[in-house]
Each structure stands twice: as C-alpha cells, then as structure tokens.
C-alpha cells in the first residue's frame, strides 16, 4: 500500500528559485542575476531545508500512526513517520560516509528507502521506539548499497566478511595514526580472526575491479558474476537478526549491574565470553570446589532466563543468543 503512496517530486532546482522569489517577496527586493554569472548549488544543502519543515514526533505520536497504518493501511500517517524521520537518515548516512567516502546524498537516497520499509516492518505492539527499530534498515540500506559499489566484485558475502570489511579498513587507519605497522598478525589479534582471513580480505579490497557480465573465456558463455559467492540473508532476517541481539545485549547489561561477587564473575567469564573459564580455574580462584561453581552458574542461568522472561515480551528474541540458558 505504502509504494502506492502519490508524492510530488520537486527537482532541486524548483525549490532553490521557489525558495529565492519568497525570500525576494518577503524582502521587496528584486533578484535579477546576471545570466553569465555562475550560481551557488548545494543540492545537500537545499535538501536539509526541505526536511527541517516536516515536525517531529513524540514517541506516543508515532506509535499511534504506526498503529493507524498497521490497522487501517492509512496512507498519511506512514507518510508523517517517514518524514518525521528523514533527519534521522542524514544523521546515519553522515556517519557512515565519514569513513567510505560516498556520495551523501546517494547514501541518504538509499537509507529513505530503508526507512521506507522500517515503516511497513514496524509491529507497535512489541514496544520498541520506532526510530531505534528503523535505524536497522536504515544501516541495512546503506551497507548494502556501499558494499555493492565499494568494488564491482561483491566483497562481503558473509556476516563474518561484511563484520570484516567494515573493521579491517578502520583498524588500519587507527593503527598506521599512531605509527604502528598494521601486519595481517597484529590485525588478526586486534580484530579477533584468524590471519589468513585478513590476507584475504585485504587482497579482495585491493584487487583489480573486474566486468561482472564479462565471459570467463571467449567461447564461454559463464560469467564472474555466476561464480561469485551469495549467501547474503535476506534484508529481513538479518534486521531481525540485529534487533534482537541489540534488545538482548541491553537487557544482559542490566541483569549485570544486579551481580555480585562470585555470580558477577561466572556471569562474565562464563556466559557471556567467547572463551569461558572453566569451572576448575574459577573454582580456584574463589578457593570451592568445581561443583559448587557449576551450581552457582545453574541457579544463575535461572535467575537469568526468569528475567528476560519478564523484560522480554517476546521471548523468541532469545533463540539466536549465544547463552545457552
């Protein structure tokens, strides 16, 4: 219903002299420029002037119109959540072409498209703000859209490769900023994977961009492109994926600020690490046997489980964490 939605485009240019001939009416004056003259042109500009006129809403608000939308299909109020949300777009966008350098607008162009879909996404009964739960598409959109043009050849195709591609080039520059050679070791040990992961990836970042559509021989009719890996999840299951661990990694937090102790530190060197104690050395380290540790950790997933259980309305968010409890 939302793609069906009639918004009239108005081309830069329109809205530069609109805004020009009201400022000169406001004014009295009378703006005759010379023809040969060259004219000032910041479509970014002119952009950031055009959304600052739609308002902002309250939580309650765009709940109410996500609900209007989810109900009744109403048009005008998943378009007032979109443009009560554009700002947000350019603050991402911003963000990410900080670091890769694309064309702004291009980035924001693609991140309003991932607004787009937050808004026919967005459940408003599961209680999340929908500015938090859209800037996951919004990312989605943009990550997606700079690793398509990063290089011809598709440099991501992983969770793993696209975690990669995004930490490797930033992690050099942090490195080589404080005059410390960024090895493939070094980078593997900073960044948490395996060497020859790093060689690989760089190799991919720096290698020459290839045709896609062009034949791998001449009397072939196979190209790069039916090669090339693609196990991408889809755009929903990879948002589903992001939200739930985001929601679950704040609620671990705050379940840890309640420990204390011997729970505080089987928490976070049992559960929560990538490589857990085991039960002997923490016993050790608290001076009671390898049992009595395995039934601190018992009771302490129970207390675990019960809360997320009552902080999480749905609890299905739980099935792709990392805790087994």
């Known amino acids: 219903m939302l793609k069906n939605a009639k918004i009239k485009k108005v081309s830069a240019a329109e809205r530069q002299a609109s805004t020009e001939a009201t400022r000169d009416e406001e004014t009295g004056s009378t703006n005759i420029q010379d023809k040969h003259q060259p004219v000032s042109f910041d479509p970014f500009r002119l952009y950031l002037d055009e959304i600052k006129r739609y308002p902002l809403l309250s939580r309650e608000d765009e709940t109410d119109l996500a609900i209007r939308y989810r109900e009744k299909g109403d048009i005008e109020s998943a378009y007032k959540l979109i443009t009560a949300n554009l700002r947000l777009v350019v603050k991402i966008a911003m963000d990410f072409q900080r670091y890769w350098m694309q064309n702004l607008m291009d980035l924001i162009q693609e991140g309003n498209v991932g607004l787009m879909q937050a808004v026919k996404k967005f459940d408003p009964y599961r209680g999340y703000k929908f500015s938090y739960y859209a800037s996951f598409w919004i990312k989605a959109y943009i990550i997606k859209f700079i690793m398509d043009n990063w290089k011809l050849v598709k440099i991501g195709t992983t969770q793993a490769q696209r ?5 490797l080039r930033k992690e050099k520059e942090r490195l080589e900023a404080q005059g410390i050679e960024a ?14 992961e790093i060689i690989e990836m760089d190799q991919r970042l ?4 290839i045709s896609l559509d062009s034949p791998l021989k001449e009397d072939s009719e196979d190209t790069h492109k039916s090669f090339l890996p693609s196990d991408d999840l889809p755009v929903d299951d990879q948002i589903a994926d992001q939200e739930a661990k985001s929601i679950l990694h704040d609620k671990l937090m705050l379940f840890r600020e309640q420990l204390k102790g011997k729970e505080a530190v089987i928490f ?3 559960l929560l690490t990538e490589d857990p104690m085991t039960l002997q050395e923490i016993g050790d380290k608290f001076g009671i046997s390898r049992e009595r540790v395995r039934q601190i950790e018992s009771r302490l997933k129970k207390k675990l489980k019960a809360y997320l259980e009552e902080e999480i309305a749905d609890i299905d968010l739980l099935q792709e964490s990392m805790i087994e409890i």
Not at 183 to 195: A, G, N
Not at 206 to 209: G, T, V
């Open 163 to 167: 975690k990669l591609f995004f930490n």
């Open 268 to 270: 976070d060197k049992r």
């Open 206 to 209: 720096n290698s020459w961009e």
């Open 183 to 196: 090895s493939p070791k070094l980078l593997s040990h900073r960044l948490d994977v395996k060497e020859s």
